[in-house]
């Protein structure tokens, strides 16, 4: 048969599994590919970032490369989303790399950690530091690369039927919380789960959960949780700058040529600026409209940050001692986050500090 009707007819994937990927990839002009998303489309700041990163490889390539961007369960399941990209079934998967701590704890430091990097620090480790190599290199055992591809920000602490004033407040509190910091609040006596976001308001609503943390503001303005927890509890000390990656089946990208690796890259980089400008954006203006609407914000007490910050550490010290991966790439991680802060302590913290109580 010949071989762009191959392509036509087996799909990507097909080929993929026969092995034969990267020789087909090379002698095609044009190319069409799957991306995942681990977000709803209602969630236009974190699922758009697909879109936008979809739309500047088309552009970087005359439309010669397009990318069809699916929506969380379109395709695949967020659960299922490693597996898929892993094993071909789609070339490409955008998500936040703490979803899948199940398979490996060590996935959870490509995004976020309880008081782990801000979003410029985590960028800076990734692209400056060792992040982008010691992530990658790890990935390399799951069939795929990855590029930093979307940041949030700081995130908010949670939507609250009661108000957390003392650490024993945390236990027996049934929190619906993302990812890696469930581990943490589960030491602090939370009885955590991690429902998926478009079950947060009805598990909420219905008294099936206390308390429930998603983004910040913009997402859960529209997600309305307002309407059924009036205390918004900040600062969100497990996400202090969660890092979302694009994922790139191996063999797929191995077979693109080198000005097609370049463009995902300048494509996904460009997606990563702006989810968090997006967001820098619009959180204020939402945030406004929830107070006006009632919302009470309410700051966690220092002594339930110091317990929070305590069980962190020990679980970090516990886990690198079971697990050489996370061990390496920890290590370096937290290395770096010593370095960051000591400089940012004497600018960006100093002059932030000045600026929120400044009269503009």
Known sequence: MERRSFIRQAGIAGVLAAGTAPAIVHAQTNLRWRLTSAFPKSLDTIYGASDTFARKVKEMTGGKFEISVHANGELVPMPGLVDAVQNGTVEMGHTAPYYYFGKNDAFALGCAVPFGLNSRQMTAWSYDGNGLK??????????????????TGAQMGGWYRKEIKTVADMKGLKFRVGGFAGKVTSRLGTVSQNIPGGEIYQALEKGTIDAAEWVGPYDDQKLGFNKVAPIYHYPGWWEGGPQLDLYVNQKAFDGLSGEYKAIIESAAAYAHTEMQAKYDARNPAALKQLVANKTRLVAFPKPVLDAAFKEAMDLYSEISAANPAFKKIYDDYSNFRRESNLWFRFTEARFDAFMQTAKL
């Open 134 to 151: 010691l992530m990658r290199e790890f990935y390399s055992g799951y069939g795929f690369t990855s590029f930093p591809m979307g940041n």
